[in-house]
């Protein structure tokens, strides 16, 4: 069966700080791995690696996949309290997407 | 553009009777699939349309669940009849092709007593 781990299951930081989520996957039929945000409804999308060794960035989140470890990390720099949410790691095939449970992540001032 | 939209936001029904949600897909997206998630666990996969036919549809729980994609625009998902272990958030996704990424509705709250 498909599965998706992320650790860790909680996180609390302060604004400012740096952030790295993780997650492995055992899948078959890989073909992306998926982060998304969920704040109160729904999850938006925030990156999609099929390769890996290549980094995604888009503000200060980053991404990178390791597919001979299978495994990717989620970063943030200089976490902003708007950073809250939990950030859901999902492993996508050629049709139905596998997701972990999810990093809850909270950033107070 | 609109996003995924889903209909109703939240739902409370009595065990044994029926709901039927909706979600409409982003337009062009022939891709939509309907995930679960349950209180405490983790977002599972339901089933997925390609327009109208259904290509996957392994995750479905049980017979009591129904999807329907007439004409290949919006789909509905029926519970009939709906048992307690039926509540939870249930998200619906598009994406333009297989493998592309999904956009996630804002989930239907289902609460069953």
């Known amino acids: 069966e498909d599965k998706v781990v992320q650790s860790p299951l909680s996180l609390v930081v302060h604004e400012g700080d740096t952030v790295t989520l993780n997650c492995s996957y055992e899948v078959t039929n890989f073909r992306s791995l998926l982060w998304y945000k969920q704040e109160k409804k729904a999850p938006t999308f925030l990156f999609m690696l099929t390769s890996s060794g290549i980094e995604k960035k888009s503000g200060r989140l980053s991404s990178i996949l390791d597919k001979k470890e299978l495994f990717s990390i989620l970063n943030i720099t200089a976490t902003q309290t708007g950073d809250s949410a939990v950030y859901l790691c999902?492993?996508?095939?050629?049709?139905?997407?596998?997701f972990g449970t999810g990093t809850k992540l909270q950033v107070i001032p | 553009e609109a996003g995924v939209t889903q209909f109703p936001s939240h739902s409370v029904i009595e065990k044994g009777q029926t709901v039927t949600l909706r979600c409409d897909p982003i337009?062009?997206?022939?891709?939509l699939y309907w995930y679960r998630r349950v209180m405490g666990k983790e977002i599972k996969f339901l089933l997925h349309f390609v327009k109208e036919s259904k290509q996957d549809e392994s995750g479905m729980p049980n017979n009591r669940f129904l999807a329907e994609r007439t004409g290949g625009t919006y789909s509905t998902l029926k519970v009939q009849p709906a048992e307690l272990e039926d509540s939870g958030v249930y998200f619906c996704a598009s994406s333009l092709g297989l493998g592309w990424e999904q956009f996630f509705g804002p989930g239907t709250r289902l609460t069953v007593l």
């Open positions: 999902a492993s996508g095939g050629y049709q139905k997407v596998t």
């Open positions: 337009s062009g997206h022939d891709n």
